[in-house]
């Protein structure tokens, strides 16, 4: 089903224009690191070694916090694990001495499977909860190195790797940190603007929406969370280094709050944000020295001064783009006659089927013996009053609920509950009662996300950024841009999707389910908050829709939508089944008349 359409190419060069001049900050920063040495002493440079090393850790934990939106404040627990598997194999106190490098791959190794063991609870715990099990891990590990004398040293600590040449000084040192701060840059830039950094911020900020695009939360988050621990463990290994000598008292709660602060301070979703914020905090201890002993409380206090005066922290004071002002009189004019290149096969004529559906919320019967048939090519309305079952039957065929009794089918196939990510595969689409938006993402990278099933690469691709994740960025891009021209938004592509009206909301929420070339379509009252005219151009897109071979169900409350453009009516009441049939039929129906439409 998922074909990529043949439609022409937006122009290159803007877009290379625009990323050369997103480049700009992050060349800056490099200019000023690399000449630092020779402007600056010694100790300067002990100081920008250690920001590098801190950037280590933080730019692949910010895929975690500030693109995940999970609250992982331990991290630095992590930072501990690296610096001492290091420092333990290179010393000898447990095996025979090792190579440096050998060292510094088992503690990404260890550190990879220690936030993956971390970050599991991620799963299922949320917000606070989740962030008390990452302190607790922390100290869990400086209690554990504080005991295994024999190991670690305990309280008086172990001896840091020492560095060939030409890394054994600290220009040499200086420069192979940056040069891993550089990569990991690189690297978590890559994976932000592939889909899987866009599927990190849509569990964040609409994981139904995320869901129901085909994308796993356990399988984005696990990876993140290897990734994101293999970085820490390599960060602690540079650490030790630099410190010559560790103990548990080196890995202090300041410095988990530093690794998470600056994270918040630089702004969610963003690179160069937490990398400027990182920065600063390695820094501004150097400058207010007296002040040391109130670390915590003044790292407290700019978050308060930053959460009050810019919410979204650095990153949003650096978008300017966001801020400017949108034309007043927009129309949303969709263009369905370009459906055709987005349909380039029809889809297959199997049909979705619910048998003798019951569903029950404590004594509430939700749905009672409901058998309902979506058959493709056509627009299969649900009505019926509030509280009848209509959004219900919507999550029993997307997965979100388990019915009691009954099956939902796809031909032959049964649909099994509580795995809405794979409804997506099968080729089911949807849209929701109120828009599930990414709004700090564009209205094109909104629409993105609805295409994720259809991309190859895998995560590792996107980090390295190789041939098969730059042609699913091409063809994501390319879908997404008729998607935008199919339902008339294509001149708000690249504007943050919460500065949209609601009626662009739902049009861009269509165009997202578009994505996927889907064999059937769900729609959640998507007239609501409507204008008449809106309404008129909804209700002949959705015609269009089913005449490529897509079964639509629609539930709406705009009965003349209903009864204008569905070849088959089903009215509920009560989780039954109170009419069904043409929609003359139903309109002429005693109970459906007394019940629902009145007269």
């Known amino acids: 089903m998922n074909h990529t359409a043949s439609t022409p190419r937006p122009a290159a060069a803007p877009a290379l224009g625009h990323t050369l001049l997103k480049l700009i900050p992050y060349a800056a920063i490099l200019a000023v690191a690399l000449v630092l040495p020779f402007i600056a002493n010694d100790y300067w440079v002990l100081i920008a070694t250690r920001a590098a090393i801190y950037w280590v850790l933080v730019s692949a934990l910010n895929l975690v916090v500030g693109f995940a939106g999970q609250l992982a404040i331990g991290w630095v627990a992590l930072l501990t694990l690296g610096a001492y598997t290091t420092s333990v194999l290179t010393a000898g106190t447990v095996l025979p001495p090792m190579p440096l490098l050998v060292a510094f791959a088992a503690a990404a190794v260890v550190g990879a499977l220690a936030g993956l063991l971390v970050g599991l609870p991620a799963l299922r715990l949320r917000t606070f909860y989740f962030a008390m099990t990452t302190l607790g891990f922390a100290t869990i590990t400086t209690q554990i190195a504080l005991a295994w004398q024999d190991v670690t040293g305990g309280g008086i600590g172990i001896p840091g790797p020492w560095l060939p040449s030409p890394f054994d000084n600290a220009l040499g040192f200086y420069l192979l940190c940056l040069g891993l701060a550089a990569v ?93 914020a990182t920065i600063v905090l390695t820094w501004l201890p150097e400058f207010a ?53 987005l349909f380039t096969e029809r889809p297959a004529s199997s049909a979705i089927v619910l048998k003798d559906v019951v569903l029950s919320f404590g004594a509430v019967r939700a749905i009672d013996g409901l058998d309902l048939t979506i058959d493709p090519g056509e627009v299969h309305g649900l009505i019926g009053p509030n509280g009848s079952g209509k959004t219900t039957t919507l999550n029993v065929i997307c997965g979100f609920y388990k019915p009691d009794t009954g099956t939902v089918r796809v031909g032959d196939d049964v649909l099994k509950p509580g795995e809405p990510q794979h409804r997506a595969e099968v080729g089911i689409a949807r849209t929701f009662q109120t828009p599930r938006l990414i709004g700090e993402s564009t209205v094109l990278e909104n629409v993105m996300v609805g295409g994720d099933t259809s991309g190859r690469a895998t995560f590792a691709e996107a980090l390295l950024n190789l041939p098969r994740n730059h042609a699913d960025e091409v063809m994501l891009r390319e879908r997404a841009d008729l998607a935008l021209r199919i339902v008339g938004l294509e001149a708000l592509a690249g504007v943050r999707a919460d500065r949209l009206q609601h009626s662009e909301l739902r049009f861009m929420e269509i165009a997202r389910a578009l994505m996927l070339q889907p064999r059937f379509l769900l729609l959640d009252e998507p007239a609501a908050g409507l204008s008449g005219d809106e309404i008129a151009r909804l209700g002949s897109l959705i015609e269009s829709v089913s005449r490529h071979g897509v079964g639509v169900l629609l539930v709406e409350h705009h009965a003349d939508l209903i009864f204008k453009i569905c070849h088959h009516v089903t009215v509920l009441d009560l989780g039954r089944v109170l009419a069904d049939g043409t929609p003359d039929e139903v309109r002429t129906h005693e109970d459906v008349v007394s019940a629902y439409l009145g007269g």
């Open 184 to 276: 990991l840059t690189w690297m978590t830039a890559n994976v932000a603007r592939s889909r899987f950094g866009r599927g990190l911020v849509a569990i964040r900020d609409a994981e139904v929406a995320a869901e129901v695009s085909g994308i796993s939360k356990p399988a984005l988050l696990v990876a993140v969370f290897l990734f994101s621990g293999a970085a820490a463990g390599v960060a602690g290994g540079l650490f030790a280094t630099l410190q010559s000598y560790i103990s548990p008292e080196a890995f202090t709660f300041d410095l988990s709050v530093l690794f998470f602060i600056a994270i918040l301070i630089g702004g969610r979703g963003s690179i160069l944000g937490p990398l400027i």
């Open 289 to 341: 020295a007296p002040l040391v002993v109130w670390s915590t409380f003044l790292y407290a206090l700019l978050l308060l001064v930053i959460v009050l005066a810019v919410p979204g922290g650095i990153a949003a004071m650096l978008d300017f783009g966001s801020r400017r002002p949108l034309a007043r009189d927009r129309a949303v004019v969709p263009r369905e006659e370009l459906l055709g290149a």
